[in-house]
């Protein structure tokens, strides 16, 4: 009876033991993978099997500019090509869409300014089959929408659509104090131009009208 006894309290040790291990085990995160300097940020994207994006930024000194490079690598047709240039702030993320629905997919690399005033910066260009490319510019607001803009943009895709949104601040505030209000804008994409226009949210007031 005794060794019995000894048998199960060595069995619910070890059970309570392994549990403790797994627990460990679940609260152990991940490593982040570092990028060596210069190197800065770094995200492939796989267009389709056999067509890779990889998008890289690089700088010494100031974090506040630096430079860009696409690497397309086409390992189905041996075909390899890359692109440069100059960066205004850090890279947020990159993306491929077909925002104009032509069949040739668009790289978006999104980037903004350090500290006060991180205002958004669009990279944007189309590629073709072939695997040649046409930057397409990213067009500055117009004036009703820059008033009381101070940066820190969202940029995200809704239902295909590119859309921007921001906090608006008061103009006569030095202090920059957020009125609590919020700018949307929507772009779309025709002959490699894009355009934009503001979206405007009904009130509850608006919506209740006949």
């Not at 609260?27 to 099997?49: C, G, N, Q, S, Y």
């Not at 056999?50 to 430079?67: E, F, K, P, Q, Y």
């Not at 205002?119 to 260009?125: A, C, E, G």
Request: aromatic share 10%; hydrophobic share 30%.
């Amino acid at each position: 009876m005794k060794t019995l006894l000894s048998g199960i309290f060595l069995a619910s040790t070890l059970f309570v033991s392994c549990s403790g291990d797994e627990e460990k085990k679940a609260e152990v995160k991940p490593v982040v993978k570092k990028i060596m300097e210069p190197f800065r940020f770094h995200k492939a994207i796989e267009v389709k099997p056999g067509l890779t994006l990889d998008i890289v930024s690089w700088g010494r000194g100031s974090n506040s500019v630096g430079g860009y490079l696409i690497l397309r690598s086409d390992s189905t047709h041996l075909s390899y090509r890359s692109e440069a240039g100059e960066l205004d702030g850090k890279i947020v993320d990159a993306w491929d869409m077909d925002l104009d629905t032509d069949g040739n997919p668009e790289l978006y690399i999104q980037a903004k300014g350090e500290g006060k005033g991180s205002y958004l910066n669009m990279y944007i260009y189309e590629y073709s089959e072939g695997g040649s490319n046409q930057q397409i510019r990213f067009p500055e607001l117009s004036s009703s929408l820059k008033e009381g803009y101070q940066g820190n943009d969202s940029v995200y895709i809704k239902e295909g659509k590119l859309m921007r949104e921001f906090p608006v601040y008061n103009k006569n505030d030095s202090t920059g104090t957020a009125t609590g209000d919020r700018r949307k804008v929507e772009y779309t994409l025709r002959n490699n131009s894009l355009q934009f226009k503001e979206i405007k949210e009904e009130t509850e007031v608006e919506a209740k009208k006949p």
